[in-house]
């Protein structure tokens, strides 16, 4: 499995971080999870391309997440690709469906196919085998872990936005990587998210290998040595690194 960064940004994007996006490729399969502003620009970069992602997993609808969706689905219908799979939290059918009543002209260009999954749900997307979780956020949304088929153990785990919490560490516990939600230093304490010493006391006691921080506001910039060690002083004791877009790694 290899994992890329597309997007490791916020709703506050860079000039060098776009919002947030990955993808996931192996034995000729493609899965892009999230979606969100300048995504579909990084992935016309990489080798798949717009045309070799039909499937997209969403982690929740905050726009950050998933505002290149139309744009991905558009740049399919015209490159001549003829299915979009979309997979995503309770209520991404009536998400697409509203937008696609705004953008009449795009209904029926592709073979859309929607589907909706729940937390602690097991399923399979692009071939890689899945498990959800709840996460703690604004809004409703799903951590995931990725295996290489459905009876493979789970490699990498995906937190989306969330707040630091127990469980998200048990879920991930069985992972060799995590990337997680670190939007700020531990100076910005906000709701929804976490901050470092706040990640790294819930995977005190993980057994990740190593840990990417990712969906990063402008305000960590200058701050990520400080952030990766205030990670492994919270209790964390694998590998801190900060994620960056086009960022490429194999497990």
Same mark, same amino acid.
């Given at each position: 499995?290899?994992?890329? $960064?597309? #997007?490791? #940004?916020?709703?506050?994007?860079?000039?060098?971080?776009?919002?947030?996006?990955? @993808?996931?490729?192996?034995?000729?399969?493609?899965?892009?999870?999230?979606? #969100?502003?300048?995504? @579909? =620009?990084?992935? %016309?970069?990489?080798?798949?391309? /717009?045309?070799?992602?039909?499937?997209?997993?969403?982690?929740?609808?905050?726009?950050? =997440?998933?505002?290149?969706?139309? %744009?991905? @689905? !558009?740049?399919?219908?015209?490159?001549?690709?003829?299915?979009?799979?979309?997979?995503?939290?309770?209520?991404? !059918?009536?998400?697409?469906?509203?937008?696609?009543?705004? /953008?009449? /002209?795009?209904?029926?260009?592709?073979?859309?196919?929607? *589907?909706?999954?729940?937390?602690?749900?097991?399923?399979?997307?692009?071939?890689?085998?899945?498990?959800?979780?709840?996460?703690?956020?604004?809004?409703?949304?799903?951590?995931?872990? $990725?295996?290489?088929?459905?009876?493979?153990?789970? @490699?990498? %785990?995906?937190?989306?936005?969330?707040?630091? $919490?127990?469980?998200?560490?048990?879920?991930?516990?069985?992972?060799?990587?995590?990337? =997680?939600?670190?939007?700020?230093?531990?100076?910005?304490?906000?709701?929804?998210?976490?901050?470092?010493?706040?990640?790294? !006391?819930?995977?005190?006691?993980?057994?990740?290998?190593?840990?990417?921080?990712?969906?990063? /506001?402008? =305000?960590?910039?200058?701050?990520?040595?400080?952030?990766?060690?205030?990670?492994?002083?919270?209790? $964390?004791?694998?590998?801190?690194?900060? %994620? *960056?877009?086009?960022?490429?790694?194999?497990?």
């Amino acid at each position: 499995m290899q994992v890329t $960064f597309l #997007g490791t #940004g916020s709703a506050m994007p860079t000039g060098s971080r776009m919002q947030s996006g990955l @993808l996931l490729t192996g034995d000729d399969r493609s899965l892009l999870v999230d979606c #969100g502003s300048g995504v @579909l =620009h990084r992935l %016309a970069n990489t080798e798949v391309g /717009y045309e070799g992602v039909s499937s997209v997993l969403l982690t929740h609808h905050h726009l950050d =997440h998933m505002s290149d969706l139309m %744009a991905l @689905l !558009k740049a399919r219908w015209l490159a001549g690709e003829e299915h979009l799979e979309i997979v995503g939290p309770r209520g991404t !059918k009536q998400l697409v469906d509203e937008l696609l009543s705004v /953008y009449e /002209y795009l209904e029926g260009r592709v073979d859309l196919r929607i *589907r909706e999954v729940a937390a602690d749900q097991s399923f399979t997307v692009a071939g890689f085998g899945i498990e959800s979780h709840e996460t703690r956020h604004s809004m409703d949304g799903l951590a995931y872990r $990725f295996s290489d088929g459905h009876d493979e153990p789970p @490699l990498f %785990a995906f937190s989306g936005d969330t707040e630091a $919490f127990a469980g998200i560490g048990r879920f991930a516990n069985d992972c060799r990587v995590l990337a =997680h939600d670190c939007s700020f230093p531990d100076s910005i304490d906000v709701s929804g998210h976490p901050t470092p010493t706040q990640l790294g !006391k819930v995977l005190a006691d993980c057994a990740v290998e190593r840990l990417y921080l990712t969906h990063l /506001y402008p =305000h960590t910039d200058g701050n990520h040595d400080e952030m990766r060690n205030a990670v492994n002083a919270g209790g $964390f004791d694998g590998e801190v690194r900060i %994620a *960056r877009d086009g960022l490429r790694f194999e497990i």
